[in-house]
């Protein structure tokens, strides 16, 4: 528990002031994360041995990451062109090294970066777009409340097994729970900073973001299952990888671009 509040709060001493910050900073530290998050996806199947694939994995969550109006001057290509070529590279991999490295590979490492792409191409967004930092913080601390309130509930009231094959240890209670505190944070937050939204959108939207929240948690645990590990990575003394801290994330802040409520 020790080693896990340490690394928690160093972790927000470097990350809180970077969101802040924004600009280069900011897209460089979240290039960094999406890279190291899809290397540790790729790890735990032991995809390939050849550095070829993993070097063109990153080039496609790097693209994946750009933002869209960086194409809308280049008239040689878009961005889904550009994805679609490093797509036929991966194939045509498959045949030069005899499917040692084989079309389920690719199709692994395609859906890898694309995974772990979405999430931080829309934190990128949200930091780009207007009330920047409330919108990054509301979300985080949805994330935070969910997964605070899924403990505390889980612990305390915890009687029925929510997917023991996936998560033995989430609880039905735990995950309503974790809804529970998400709407009341949200509702504290909203009195702080309000939303361009009625109440009744507000609580909708965050009961709908903390279920989301909480199947990316599930998600994460379904891979380390299959793949039998523990963590993502080490990254992250006492807490695992970066996957293993940013998983509510990568569905959250999709979510509420899709539905326009950033």
């Given at each position: 528990m020790k080693q896990r509040t340490i690394t928690a709060i160093l972790a927000l001493l470097v990350f809180v002031p970077i969101i802040i910050l924004g600009g280069v900073p900011f897209t460089v530290f979240v290039y960094l994360l999406a890279t190291i998050g899809l290397f540790e996806l790729i790890r735990m199947r032991h995809t390939d041995k050849n550095i070829f694939p993993y070097v063109l994995s990153a080039l496609l969550i790097w693209v994946i990451l750009?933002?869209?109006?960086?194409?809308?001057?280049?008239?040689?290509?878009t961005k889904?062109?550009?994805?679609?070529i490093i797509i036929l590279i991966l194939l045509a991999y498959t045949v030069l090294v005899k499917n040692e490295f084989t079309f389920d590979h690719v199709g692994f490492v395609i859906l890898a970066a694309f995974y772990v792409g979405l999430g931080f191409f829309y934190l990128l967004e949200t930091r780009d777009g207007e009330n920047a930092l409330r919108n990054i913080l509301f979300a985080f601390c949805i994330i935070w409340a969910t997964d605070t309130g899924a403990y505390l509930f889980g612990r305390k009231l915890g009687k029925h097994k929510l997917w023991p094959t996936i998560s033995p240890k989430k609880t039905v209670e735990g995950a309503l729970g974790g809804i529970f505190v998400a709407v009341v944070v949200a509702v504290v937050f909203h009195l702080i900073a309000p939303f361009d939204h009625s109440w009744l959108t507000l609580i909708i939207v965050t009961m709908i973001a903390s279920s989301f929240g909480q199947i990316g948690d599930l998600v994460e645990s379904a891979f380390k299952r299959v793949y039998n590990v523990k963590d993502s990575g080490k990254i992250l003394p006492g807490h695992g990888g970066i996957l293993d801290?940013?998983?509510?994330?990568?569905?959250?802040?999709?979510?509420?671009h899709f539905i326009h409520f950033f």
């Open positions: 750009l933002p869209n109006e960086i194409f809308a001057s280049i008239e040689w290509f889904y062109e550009l994805i679609s801290r940013f998983d509510s994330m990568l569905f959250v802040f999709p979510l509420l």
